[in-house]
């Protein structure tokens, strides 16, 4: 469970950067870019709940 935890935080740390080189490459739309952040953000968040709830 803290495996998975962590795979979420280290998937919402990753989004963002992929999602500026996307939109600096015009992949992808500048409101695209933003779901993808926003995703991120919440790909973080569920992680650490996760990895939090697995216990020590």
Sequence with gaps: MRAVGRLGQFLG????ALAILLELNHAIS???MLMLLLAAVCCFWIGRIVEGYAGP
């Design 13 to 16: 740390l990753g989004l963002p």
């Design 30 to 32: 500048l409101g695209q």
